[in-house]
């Protein structure tokens, strides 16, 4: 009869134990899969550091057509990618970020527009497409409409960039980009 009390208590304390392991404490949480614009967006910030190439454009323009060198940086503690070309001395910076589960971009363009833009899903995490949503400043005498990220592997990666012309003519750019051997580490220390 001693051993009464006991084995109650046991019992009672296996209950309590079931009882708890169902239910989580609030300071455990589920970790939620990451959504299609986190997944591009990491995949983006992977290319940080210095990369160079040929551009060339359709229709040709001498002007644009020719080497370019691009650097993108992870700032803001990872919330942003910054995107920074030099067209003829003059930079025109690029953020990326990630805005209420939506990746979108805006272009600090040398026309003095802000086109802001924002990402279709990936089919492929290999391909980031960003479309036109509005601008501000003048569309004149052009603005980026449409840009396109294709990463071919760590090392090389493409851009494309259309731009509206006046009389809603279109001016593609595609930068064949290669890694530059002195490009600062990538965010995962590899070179």
């Not at 997944?39 to 359709?58: E, N, Q, R, Y």
């Not at 939506?102 to 497409?129: F, W």
Request: proline fraction near 9%; charge should be neutral.
């Amino acid at each position: 009869m001693k051993s009464l009390p006991f084995v109650l208590c046991i019992w009672v304390l296996s209950l309590c134990r079931l009882t708890f392991a169902q239910n989580p404490s609030p300071d455990q949480k589920a970790i939620a899969p990451k959504s299609d614009a986190q997944i591009s967006f990491g995949a983006l910030k992977s290319l940080a550091g210095t990369w160079t190439g040929p551009v060339t454009t359709d229709p040709p323009n001498p002007d644009l057509d020719g080497p370019i060198q691009v650097t993108m940086r992870v700032a803001s503690r990872g919330n942003v990618l910054m995107h920074e070309i030099a067209p003829g001395g003059v930079p025109e910076p690029t953020m990326i970020y990630l805005e209420n589960d939506r990746l979108r971009l805006i272009h600090y363009c040398e026309a003095g527009n802000r086109p802001r833009m924002v990402a279709r899903k990936s089919k492929d995490q290999k391909t980031m497409e960003f479309d036109f949503v509005d601008i501000s400043g003048s569309t004149q005498p052009a603005y980026l409409h449409h840009f396109v990220f294709t990463i071919i592997d760590a090392d090389h990666h493409t851009e494309d960039w259309t731009f509206m012309l006046p009389g809603a003519k279109l001016l593609h750019a595609h930068f064949d980009l290669k890694r530059a051997k002195e490009s600062p580490p990538r965010p995962d220390g590899k070179r």
